[in-house]
């Protein structure tokens, strides 16, 4: 199989859930001998309607740019200079996130890579899932990446701060306290 047909298309939004389908996606297309594609999703500020209706509103080329500048940044920070070790490109598609990712994905061998958040119900009900709208509507197979164990940890670290509490270092360490 050539390296061309088979892709593995990753959602980068720049978030920790969406570094950690990167980096996943990284190792099936290094598994799978595909090519890396990672893809953002942007809209306009406050959304297309917003956008149209504004006095003066950005240039689709600012806009575009902010959008590249983001992704490289989000590559960086996912794979540092050395990059993600496989053959990959970038492509920012104009749209919401869960739609411009099944849309890119549209051969039934792609691999369609998606971090998955873990918030709370008015944060659901405000901000769809894009794991949970590319599992009902891709034409391909999806791997949903689940966030990572110690954000739930972080968060309580936080909490802890937020409120005063003490907070004992050797707690943070594996087989702390």
Known sequence: MDMGERRVIAGVSGSPGSLAALRRAAVEAR????????????????????????????????????????????????????????????????????????????????ILVVGTACGSSLRRALFPSVARYCLAHAACPVLAVPPSPLRGELAEVRRRIRLGLPLDARELTEGGG
Do not use: C
């Open 31 to 110: 598994d799978t001998d595909a090519e890396l594609i990672a893809v953002l999703a942007w809209e306009p500020p406050g959304g297309e309607l917003a956008h149209r209706g504004a006095l003066f509103p950005l240039a689709d080329a600012e806009l575009r740019k902010y959008a590249a500048l983001r992704l490289l940044s989000t590559l960086g920070t996912a794979f540092g200079t050395a990059g993600p070790g496989v053959s990959w490109q970038g492509l920012i598609v104009r749209g919401t996130p869960g739609r411009a990712l099944v849309e890119t994905a549209d051969r039934p061998d792609d």
